[in-house]
């Protein structure tokens, strides 16, 4: 795997160091900006999937499963799991953008599973007011996975459950398991 932190840079293509890392994307987008052209697509996904997944910045999902740019939407949060939020993106991505399968993908040594909703406690006690969101920790990825399938298949918003499908991302293989969702 490589890692932006790996990546030969040629001088010409030099990216600035100074500055914070903000500086830094903004410098890299001038360089992308100049050799843009417009692929000429529009927001609907080629293949009509939303992929729903894990923030985490191991995963390189287009590489992982094959994807090119515009084929399909993806939503990622922390956990990949099915928020309200997730629930509204999905369904804007079927109702208005065309996308009929959805895609679920948790992964191996996700940091959720070591958090539980005394995080809200403790953020509370630091801010002095409770998020209104849940952590939505787990124990066991796999009944994550399946807790997330079922609250896709069961939302009345959503024009498209029947193929709904859920994986784990081993992040040391870079290898799929498909969970059954039973």
Known sequence: MTTS????????DAISTDGTVTDRLIDA????AAA???PGMDARPVLHV???ACMDA???LHAALGLELGDCHTIRNAGGVVTDDVIRSLTISQRA???????LIHHTGCGLESLTEDFRHELEMEVGQRPAWAVEAFRDVEQDVRQSMQ????SPFLLHTDDVRG?????KTGRLREIDPA
Not at 97 to 103: A, F, K
């Open 151 to 154: 609250r896709v298949r069961t």
């Open 5 to 12: 932190a790996s990546v030969p840079i040629e001088p010409e």
């Open 50 to 52: 939303a992929v729903v």
């Open 36 to 38: 843009f052209s417009d």
């Open 58 to 60: 191991r995963l390189d």
């Open 29 to 32: 987008n001038q360089k992308y």
């Open 97 to 103: 953008l065309g996308t009929r399968s959805v895609v």
């Open 167 to 171: 994986f784990v991302f081993d992040v």
